[in-house]
């Protein structure tokens, strides 16, 4: 089954309405990093039941739902997270009933051998009020899937990082068991936690969920630029550029030109860029 442009553009993706506790919150800030000094009483809003805050980069997982990826024609076993991009409207209570609808917003065509595009648009909504919460543009790069309509498409252009040194620097260790507390917020992919899965699939051992890296992201930037006030956030996007291992280290490379924030992410073990072409871009 190959990809038919017309009809993955005309399919239709079921809403879904999905109930969130302040367990789930605290568990996917957990899962992003929060929390890791125990003696850092600025993040216990994060991870703890008084005053709690949710993180804004939760609002790609809140309703998370895959089951329309069969009828797709995508080769999924060869899709790999491409990029993401968030828009907050407003910010995310840390407990409520929201309801998703989704649709393939565009696909492009790489070509025969690299591969196709495919990029999906999601919203959120207060199910209570019908307010629009966030809107998550995800762009899956589906490495199986080029050449099916004869002509190579260009996408667009991702977000230039400034050429100057950073502005700032966040560093953290992830934990080796990280990718299993990310995946019970919804990503249960077993490339994340099943060693013979992850090796089928070309890597020596589970790796880290791109969005969780981009959650770590988005923690640095608010404990750097935001004094941990989610409410500071209006957009958040990152192209996905290498895999991190659960247990390596990450380095949060940071510019800041008036409410915009430029960002990419490193191993510093391996030395390599994992998150590339970060924008964020703040409320005044």
């Given at each position: 089954m190959a990809i038919n442009l017309e009809e993955l553009l005309r399919l239709e993706i079921p809403q879904q309405q999905c109930s969130y506790t302040e367990r789930?919150?605290?568990?996917?800030a957990l899962g992003t990093g929060f929390g890791s000094d125990p003696m850092d009483a600025a993040e216990l809003p994060f991870v703890y039941e008084d005053s709690l805050k949710a993180s804004p980069t939760m609002g790609t997982v809140l309703a998370w739902d895959r089951s329309w990826t069969p009828r797709s024609g995508i080769d999924w076993p060869k899709v790999v997270h491409g990029d993401q991009r968030?828009?907050?409207?407003?910010?995310?209570?840390?407990?409520?009933t929201v309801i998703s609808s989704a649709r393939v917003l565009e696909v492009l065509d790489k070509g025969k051998d690299s591969g196709a595009v495919v990029r999906v648009e999601t919203t959120i909504r207060e199910a209570s009020t019908g307010d629009p919460l966030c809107t998550a543009t995800t762009g899956f790069f589906a490495r199986g899937d080029g050449g099916f309509s004869g002509s190579v498409m260009k996408g667009p252009e991702f977000h230039q990082l400034p050429a100057r040194a950073p502005d700032s620097v966040f560093e953290a260790a992830t934990h080796p068991a990280q990718a299993l507390v990310y995946r019970l917020s919804g990503d249960r992919n077993p490339l994340h936690a099943?060693?013979?899965?992850?090796?089928?699939?070309g890597?020596?051992?589970?790796?880290?969920?791109?969005?969780?890296t981009y959650g770590i992201a988005c923690r640095a930037i608010l404990k750097t630029m935001c004094d941990l006030d989610p409410s500071r956030i209006v957009e958040f996007n990152a192209r996905f550029s290498a895999t991190l291992y659960p247990g390596e280290s990450?380095?949060?490379e940071m510019w800041k030109d008036g409410n915009v924030v430029s960002f990419r992410a490193l191993c510093i073990e391996r030395g390599i860029v994992v998150l590339n072409n970060g924008k964020a871009v703040l409320r005044d």
């Open positions: 789930d919150t605290m568990l996917y968030l828009t907050i409207h407003k910010p995310l209570p840390a407990a409520g099943v060693p013979a899965v992850a090796q089928a699939a890597f020596p051992r589970p790796v880290l969920h791109g969005l969780c990450i380095r949060i």
